[in-house]
DNA sequence: ATGCTCGTTGAGACT
DNA sequence: GAGTCTCAACGAGCA
């Protein structure tokens, strides 16, 4: 008796590629009837998950290539999109379609494994036969904790000696040569509805949401969801998915011998656009659009064959970078969700950071619901850190580097890696002193290339909670970009407003005189100069971006040519930088004295923020106090002196009122020590 | 133990 | 302009 012919799903998600695809060779070899490449859009993705516009494009961009490949092998085959979560749907459609295994790559994200772990549960009921192979990343997460003792990896050099234990990384696998037919993809079922409550992308529509109108799509072709189906406000990024572009941007990295084989990391500008120095590719690797093993290898031929002794080695080394993607996948494997927040975690340093995470007491998780698009929901402890986050969000703190990266991550959904080494140094320890996690909500929303595991990593790296501990080496706002760009032509193209600045001024330009600031047609203003009965007024910096860019040389409308005419405004730093980041070394080295990680028992009931005096983020000296008032941007700084208020109760006075300082005292005194 | 080096990407003064 | 040292000082790993 012969066994029936395999009856196969291949469910797409974050692999949206054909070349190099493990778990698409072992669907193929089980030499199946029919072929069913699928993706479900999963409703986490689509109301649970920060999502903004310009990664919304890169996904459909994807998922449109991979189609059209699909496509090219056979006529009759192309990625089916099914409207509906994967966990509802995967009972009805193994018997619609009378399958018998179910194919997908190993995911080690948090949310996916268990959402995996429960698809899988379904298919074993259905006795639907399920197989995974690892894809994503260059070893297996969970063999790379294995190897690392147990333990989550926390330094590349633990990544190295593990990955040595597992032996080499796999060579890719070609692009297969043709694929089996589908089957019939009638649908007998009725679709269920996912709850779109509560739904966190929401500030990402302007029209009505339609993602789950129809279970094939529209047309009921299973085709990929446009714009107006999921009512998404337009892209404005110019980076483009697909596996195809893809593919042909790393033969183009690749064919530079030189560029490939000595690159460094912290040698590459910064500053650069048109093109940028690294390789942008990192969105094609959070899709699968690009396989980082087949990115690894392709390197490292390249490396091998280089002069010898010339090459760059890890960890700056190109292949060094995707060396770093790993050990963010081991730590969150060995984490899982905890991996996420400084609540519980072991590995990560509780820092009395402002603006903290609220946490759900019964699941030990941070609150990701937030009704009105706040995604997880947190404490105002300080009405100036919360003015500070948000002028930092929306990149108007007056610190022109700063904001031409917050600028070009909103508009583009890509900064480079240093770039964001400097936004978060100055969010965190090295400014406003604001929990982490709040810049990650930013970086999660607005990133075309946000990978879970590796933004959590980052940020923990730059606020120094995890993997990093050097809170001394902080990023100057001016000094930094200097190196690089000295004229600040950066600036000049993601800060309009200070196009025609001296480059004398152009990362201090509140230092600018009035004449200099006249002639370059910009003023440097307090911003609650501007606003009415003192209130802070963002709305200029707020507004939605246009599509501007593509149309801005074209026609402009009468109100775009007035606005021209007329003077331009950027505000006054938000603050005196060197006195903030004294303040905040100081608060950094305190934090380490006392030592505490998210599982310390007074840290999970609450009473650690007691070791912690009022003053424990604020001057530390009276020196400090003193240049604050000395510092140009009067009035401002004395922000500076509130932050004093302690963490639990809500500040619910008007935002960016000048409150009087409290008495000032040095740190040490006021702390108690948890380490003998 | 105690001291040393090293760690993907600091700033600033100096040679 | 590139390299080197100091500033103040972290943890991990090693001898």
Same mark, same amino acid.
């Given at each position: 008796?012969?066994?029936?012919?395999?009856?196969?799903?291949?469910?797409?998600?974050?692999?949206?590629?054909?070349?190099?695809?493990?778990?698409?060779?072992?669907?193929?070899?089980?030499?199946?009837?029919?072929?069913?490449?699928?993706?479900?859009?999963?409703?986490?993705?689509?109301?649970?998950?920060?999502?903004?516009?310009?990664?919304?494009?890169?996904?459909?961009?994807?998922?449109?290539?991979?189609?059209?490949?699909?496509?090219?092998?056979?006529?009759?085959?192309?990625?089916?999109?099914?409207?509906?979560?994967?966990?509802?749907?995967?009972?009805?459609?193994?018997?619609?379609?009378?399958?018998?295994?179910?194919?997908?790559?190993?995911?080690?994200?948090?949310?996916?494994?268990?959402?995996?772990?429960?698809?899988?549960?379904?298919?074993?009921?259905?006795?639907?036969?399920?197989?995974?192979?690892?894809?994503?990343?260059?070893?297996?997460?969970?063999?790379?904790?294995?190897?690392?003792?147990?333990?989550?990896?926390?330094?590349?050099?633990?990544?190295?000696?593990?990955?040595?234990?597992?032996?080499?990384?796999?060579?890719?696998?070609?692009?297969?040569?043709?694929?089996?037919?589908?089957?019939?993809?009638?649908?007998?079922?009725?679709?269920?509805?996912?709850?779109?409550?509560?739904?966190?992308?929401?500030?990402?529509?302007?029209?009505?949401?339609?993602?789950? =109108?129809? #279970? *094939?799509?529209?047309?009921?072709?299973? &085709?990929?969801?446009? %714009?107006?189906?999921?009512?998404? +406000? !337009? $892209? @404005?990024?110019?980076?483009?998915?697909?596996?195809? =572009?893809? #593919? *042909?941007?790393?033969?183009?990295?690749? &064919?530079?011998?030189? %560029?490939?084989?000595?690159?460094? +990391? !912290? $040698? @590459?500008?910064?500053?650069?656009?048109?093109?940028?120095?690294?390789?942008?590719?990192?969105?094609?690797?959070?899709?699968?659009?690009?396989?980082?093993?087949?990115?690894?290898?392709?390197?490292?031929?390249?490396?091998?064959?280089?002069?010898?002794?010339?090459?760059?080695?890890?960890?700056?080394?190109?292949?060094?970078?995707?060396?770093?993607?790993?050990?963010?996948?081991?730590?969150?494997?060995?984490?899982?969700?905890?991996?996420?927040?400084?609540?519980?975690?072991?590995?990560?340093?509780?820092?009395?950071?402002?603006?903290?995470?609220?946490?759900?007491?019964?699941?030990?998780?941070?609150?990701?619901?937030?009704?009105?698009?706040?995604?997880?929901?947190?404490?105002?402890?300080?009405?100036?850190?919360?003015?500070?986050?948000?002028?930092?969000?929306?990149?108007?703190?007056?610190?022109?580097?700063?904001?031409?990266?917050?600028?070009?991550?909103?508009?583009?959904?890509?900064?480079?890696?240093?770039?964001?080494?400097?936004?978060?140094?100055?969010?965190?320890?090295?400014?406003?002193?604001?929990?982490?996690?709040?810049?990650?909500?930013?970086?999660?929303?607005?990133?075309?290339?946000?990978?879970?595991?590796?933004?959590?990593?980052?940020?923990?790296?730059?606020?120094?909670?995890?993997?990093?501990?050097?809170?001394?080496?902080?990023?100057?706002?001016?000094?930094?970009?200097?190196?690089?760009?000295?004229?600040?032509?950066?600036?000049?193209?993601?800060?309009?407003?200070?196009?025609?600045?001296?480059?004398?001024?152009?990362?201090?330009?509140?230092?600018?005189?009035?004449?200099?600031?006249?002639?370059?047609?910009?003023?440097?203003?307090?911003?609650?100069?501007?606003?009415?009965?003192?209130?802070?007024?963002?709305?200029?910096?707020?507004?939605?971006?246009?599509?501007?860019?593509?149309?801005?040389?074209?026609?402009?409308?009468?109100?775009?040519?007035?606005?021209?005419?007329?003077?331009?405004?950027?505000?006054?730093?938000?603050?005196?930088?060197?006195?903030?980041?004294?303040?905040?070394?100081?608060?950094?080295?305190?934090?380490?004295?006392?030592?505490?990680?998210?599982?310390?028992?007074?840290?999970?009931?609450?009473?650690?923020?007691?070791?912690?005096?009022?003053?424990?983020?604020?001057?530390?000296?009276?020196?400090?106090?003193?240049?604050?008032?000395?510092?140009?941007?009067?009035?401002?700084?004395?922000?500076?002196?509130?932050?004093?208020?302690?963490?639990?109760?809500?500040?619910?006075?008007?935002?960016?009122?000048?409150?009087?300082?409290?008495?000032?005292?040095?740190?040490?005194?006021?702390?108690?020590?948890?380490?003998?």
């Amino acid at each position: 008796m012969t066994k029936p012919k395999p009856r196969v799903i291949y469910w797409f998600r974050t692999d949206l590629r054909l070349h190099d695809s493990p778990a698409l060779k072992a669907a193929l070899d089980l030499e199946p009837e029919c072929l069913y490449p699928i993706w479900t859009w999963d409703p986490h993705y689509v109301y649970r998950a920060r999502v903004g516009p310009n990664r919304w494009q890169f996904l459909l961009d994807c998922q449109s290539d991979l189609s059209a490949s699909i496509t090219k092998l056979n006529k009759k085959s192309k990625l089916f999109v099914i409207r509906e979560s994967p966990t509802t749907l995967f009972p009805k459609l193994f018997k619609a379609w009378n399958i018998s295994h179910l194919v997908f790559e190993k995911d080690t994200d948090a949310y996916a494994r268990d959402r995996d772990n429960e698809v899988t549960e379904i298919a074993k009921k259905a006795g639907v036969q399920v197989i995974t192979k690892v894809g994503r990343t260059l070893y297996d997460p969970d063999e790379l904790v294995k190897q690392n003792h147990g333990k989550p990896t926390m330094s590349i050099s633990q990544v190295i000696k593990a990955g040595e234990q597992i032996g080499q990384i796999p060579r890719p696998i070609p692009a297969p040569a043709s694929l089996p037919d589908p089957g019939d993809t009638s649908l007998n079922f009725k679709q269920d509805h996912p709850s779109s409550e509560p739904d966190i992308n929401a500030p990402q529509r302007n029209s009505s949401d339609q993602s789950y =109108a129809h #279970l *094939a799509g529209p047309q009921g072709d299973f &085709s990929v969801p446009t %714009y107006d189906e999921l009512g998404l +406000k !337009p $892209s @404005t990024t110019p980076h483009h998915g697909g596996e195809t =572009a893809a #593919l *042909a941007a790393l033969d183009k990295i690749i &064919s530079n011998t030189k %560029y490939t084989a000595t690159f460094e +990391k !912290p $040698s @590459t500008a910064p500053t650069a656009f048109e093109p940028q120095s690294t390789t942008l590719l990192s969105p094609h690797l959070h899709f699968g659009s690009l396989s980082c093993r087949e990115f690894y290898w392709r390197a490292q031929d390249v490396v091998d064959n280089f002069k010898q002794g010339t090459a760059s080695h890890p960890p700056t080394s190109l292949t060094g970078q995707l060396l770093f993607r790993d050990m963010y996948f081991g730590a969150q494997a060995a984490l899982g969700h905890k991996f996420g927040q400084a609540y519980g975690n072991p590995s990560c340093r509780s820092v009395p950071w402002h603006l903290p995470s609220k946490v759900n007491e019964d699941t030990g998780l941070v609150v990701r619901d937030g009704g009105g698009g706040g995604g997880v929901e947190y404490s105002i402890d300080s009405s100036t850190a919360e003015t500070w986050f948000q002028r930092w969000k929306y990149g108007c703190t007056g610190f022109p580097w700063i904001d031409a990266l917050m600028r070009q991550l909103r508009q583009e959904g890509w900064i480079h890696h240093l770039g964001r080494h400097a936004v978060a140094c100055f969010l965190t320890r090295g400014g406003c002193y604001v929990d982490w996690e709040r810049g990650a909500a930013v970086f999660e929303e607005w990133l075309i290339d946000h990978e879970p595991a590796c933004n959590i990593g980052n940020w923990q790296w730059l606020s120094c909670t995890a993997f990093y501990a050097q809170f001394y080496r902080c990023y100057s706002p001016i000094s930094f970009p200097q190196k690089w760009d000295k004229d600040g032509a950066f600036v000049r193209k993601y800060v309009p407003e200070l196009a025609n600045f001296p480059a004398k001024y152009i990362y201090e330009p509140w230092k600018a005189p009035i004449a200099d600031q006249k002639a370059a047609g910009c003023l440097i203003k307090s911003i609650d100069e501007e606003g009415e009965d003192g209130e802070l007024d963002l709305s200029p910096w707020k507004k939605e971006i246009v599509a501007e860019k593509h149309e801005a040389n074209g026609a402009q409308n009468g109100d775009e040519k007035k606005e021209k005419e007329s003077m331009n405004i950027y505000p006054k730093p938000m603050f005196d930088f060197p006195s903030r980041r004294t303040t905040c070394i100081n608060a950094l080295k305190n934090a380490y004295r006392v030592g505490l990680y998210g599982n310390d028992q007074k840290v999970l009931d609450g009473t650690w923020r007691d070791l912690f005096p009022d003053e424990a983020e604020g001057p530390t000296s009276t020196a400090d106090v003193e240049a604050m008032h000395d510092a140009d941007a009067h009035g401002e700084f004395v922000h500076d002196a509130e932050g004093h208020e302690g963490l639990h109760e809500k500040d619910h006075s008007p935002v960016g009122r000048k409150r009087k300082e409290h008495g000032q005292g040095t740190l040490d005194g006021h702390v108690k020590r948890t380490k003998t």
